[in-house]
């Protein structure tokens, strides 16, 4: 069957959708709030949690390739730092807000204290479409936030990392930038480097490899052979590329994928190692549709969501799973690639419905678990081998899913709830252990 074409485009579709008003802040909190009842914590210090230590906000002028200049606006959310210096993404997205940030930061926290981490909850970004900046404007841009921020961050107070739009390059011109200014070549002060500056290997592939082992660990804990288990993923970026090729070694048959142009569908399984990454080649899912592909039928990036299949992975963008389709999920298992797929509204009918839901904040850690490992491989300066880093991210992973799995067992709460359990947990202790100061 050749490659059919879909009537209405994945841009007309979602302005036909009525959309929930849920922030990304909205939902953090609304998560917070529930955990909240699962555990012993003080009200004040919850209080205190549902808030942002700081939110920086900065102007960014960049002068354009053809002389002119445009100003931009960026942030950098520190959300708490009990357990250790902030740490996470930052974003170049045209729809990055403060509240946003804000959210994500919490999650953060929560990732890191999952994770048992040495880190705190960070996130920022730069209202900015980066397909409308060429290379040299994206990398001006770059030294300029990264010198509007410069004294909040650093290897031991709040460390950046890769997020949507930004990649190793973007990260290798922040390291360069700050250590130029601070005099020393400081590599800890970002990590999701390339490896030549102090990267570590196996760092961009990591959250699409801890969202394949929490996949494998989930399905063999519910019954779910991989050699039997469909998957759709939504995203071909680093997080559902990798995804999608690791559980395709492993004996899944990934039957969809998609990009931002829309998604294929093959109930016979896609080859997903022939089809470029995002990084590798923006936009390749749907060439591939409309070059190559035999037997794919192409659908939209709302009816992957909606497949009859064992697993799905959303790994593009946030609140993609909302009150308005919660109940069209087939899937009986749900794995959160991205930050925030799933609204709070959603994630109740689902709870309702019986869909298990794997939490962004345990599924895609493996992100900030291998910048962890590049930042003491930058304090030691020594390298670690890819087999290392594989090695340490699977035992970290299986540990973490362990533990969150023994709290689903023992309160019989979601897979979410028992998450926030555990990190909220580490991180109200470690408030009471510090005391408020002064
Ligand atoms: N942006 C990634 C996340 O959301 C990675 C953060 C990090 O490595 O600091 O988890």
Known sequence: MASKQQSASDEEQR???TTEPETALETARRQLEQAATHVDVDGAAIERLKHPAKVHEVTVPLERDDGSVDVFTGYRAQHDSVRGPYKGGLRYH???TRDECVGLSMWMTWKCAVMDL?????KGGVVVDPKSLSDDEKERLTRRFTQEIRDVIGPTKDIPAPDMGTDPDTMAW???AYSMQEGETIPGVVTGKPPVVGGSYGREEAPGRSVAIVT????EYYDYPLSDTTVAVQGFGSVGANAARLLHEWGATVVAVSDVNGAIYDPDGIDVTAIPSHDEEPEAVTAYAAEAADDVT?????DLLELDVDVLVPAAIGNVITADNADAIAADIVVEGANGPTTFAADAILEERGVHVIPDILANAGGVTVSYFEWLQDINRRKW???RVHDELESEMVRAWSEIRDEVEERNVSWRDASYVVALSRVSDAHEARGLWP
């Open 385 to 387: 081998s890819v087999e």
């Open 118 to 122: 040495p880190f705190g909850g960070a």
């Open 174 to 176: 922040i390291m360069d």
């Open 298 to 302: 192409r659908i939209s990036n709302a």
């Open 15 to 17: 302005s036909n959708e």
């Open 94 to 96: 045209p729809e990055v």
């Open 216 to 219: 494998r660990e989930t399905c």
